[in-house]
T-cell receptor, first 111, second 118 residues
Framework: RKEVEQDPGPFNVPEGATVAFNCTYS??????FFWYRQDCRKEPKLLMS???SGNEDGRFTAQLNRASQYISLLIRDSKLSDSATYLC????????????FGAGTILRVKS | GAGVSQSPSNKVTEKGKDVELRCDPI?????LYWYRQSLGQGLEFLIY????????KSGLPSDRFSAERTGGSVSTLTIQRTQQEDSAVYLC????????????????FGPGTRLTVT
């Protein structure tokens, strides 16, 4: 079993739609949680960190459920430019914060 | 400010040759990581440097892989006797290690080096 599991998609949604991605992690000792975005043939870029209290950045909302070891990302009012692969990422301080990546979820927003 | 830079951006080499990949982290970032992303695969950790501490090499796939970080800044990843399965994008990331409760260690990635072994 992979340490971080994501639905690979693709999620095909129309512009303006709301879409949610889920991710589960297997190591309960994980301490830091992130969503990265990766465009085709580009490097991953940090989208947002995920906090236990949940956090929002514009159209993006991230939630963390430590009890269920579950992370989510909600995108409202999808734009064409949101089309990308979204990577769920966890890390632990005692392991030098090296990132453990999920395989990614592909989002395609269509007009 | 300047982000993480990597060179070369693309490298094509023949099987059996050695290659060196370079990473310049963000100025002031004390932690530096190497990852690789093979075609159709997720990113996997290779090696981690933090300040003057011994590097964490636990992700290196074989002894053909090595890395060093000189002066706490620039890092070089060396692959000896390259094999076709080494073909991948090699990504470097750096972070500013923060202390304190709930401190976050966001890592910022360079554009990567696309290595093709023929």
């Amino acid at each position: 079993r992979k340490e971080v599991e994501q639905d690979p998609g693709p999620f095909n949604v129309p512009e303006g739609a709301t879409v949610a991605f889920n991710c589960t992690y297997s190591n309960s000792a994980s301490q830091s949680f992130f969503w990265y975005r990766q465009d085709c043939r580009k490097e991953p870029k940090l989208l947002m960190s995920v906090y236990s209290s949940g956090n929002e950045d514009g159209r993006f909302t991230a939630q963390l459920n430590r009890a269920s070891q579950y992370i989510s990302l909600l995108i409202r009012d999808s734009k064409l430019s949101d089309s990308a692969t979204y990577l769920c990422v966890v890390s632990r301080v005692e392991y030098g914060n090296k990132l453990v990546f999920g395989a990614g979820t592909i989002l395609r927003v269509k007009s | 400010g300047a982000g993480v830079s990597q060179s070369p951006s693309n490298k094509v080499t023949e099987k059996g040759k050695d290659v060196e990949l370079r990473c310049d982290p963000i100025s002031g970032h004390t932690a530096l990581y190497w990852y690789r992303q093979s075609l159709g695969q997720g990113l996997e950790f290779l090696i981690y440097f933090q300040g003057n501490s011994a590097p964490d090499k636990s992700g290196l796939p074989s002894d053909r892989f090595s890395a060093e970080r000189t002066g706490g800044s620039v890092s070089t990843l060396t692959i000896q006797r390259t094999q076709q399965e080494d073909s991948a994008v090699y990504l470097c990331a750096s972070s500013l290690r923060r202390t304190g409760q709930g401190g976050k260690y966001e890592q910022y990635f360079g554009p990567g080096t696309r290595l093709t072994v023929t």
